[in-house]
């Protein structure tokens, strides 16, 4: 009974530890010589993306999840609100042949910006 009840617990684990990887669903991958960011728009609203000055989409939907592959470095990038006041602007690094996930939610403490968390994966 010890057994299975052992065996029991390593297959709970196991399957708890499956479902919280910690990393992205996304299938992308960079192009040779590239890296990607993969941004995740999980806010309630739509906003625009500027990469090192230059506006890569200008309405990035709620729920989008995009990608943008770019030559390893590290890049300024920059979120503005469709029609609003809330923005983000931060350095973000982008590694050879790796996904660099940018979660983009609404900061609950303050109306007048994003609450964006990088990781590489």
């Given amino acids: 009974m010890k057994q299975l009840k052992n065996l029991f617990v390593l297959v709970l684990l196991a399957v708890v530890a499956a479902g919280c990887s910690g990393s992205s669903d996304s299938k992308h991958v960079p192009p040779?010589?590239?890296?990607?960011?993969?941004?995740?728009?999980?806010?309630?609203?739509?906003?625009?993306?500027?990469?090192?000055?230059?506006?890569?989409?200008?309405?990035?939907?709620?729920?989008?999840?995009?990608?943008?592959d770019l030559a390893p470095g590290t890049y300024v990038v920059t979120l503005q609100?469709?029609?609003?006041?809330?923005?983000?602007?931060?350095?973000?690094?982008?590694?050879?042949?790796r996904l660099t996930d940018m979660d983009v939610t609404a900061d609950p403490a303050d109306p007048q910006l994003y609450d964006v968390v990088t990781f590489l994966e």
Wanted: cysteine-free.
């Fill in 32 to 68: 040779l010589g590239q890296g990607s960011i993969i941004l995740r728009n999980d806010s309630a609203g739509s906003f625009s993306v500027t990469i090192n000055g230059v506006v890569n989409a200008a309405g990035t939907a709620a729920s989008a999840s995009i990608p943008y």
């Fill in 81 to 97: 609100q469709s029609g609003g006041p809330r923005t983000w602007t931060g350095s973000v690094t982008v590694q050879l042949g």
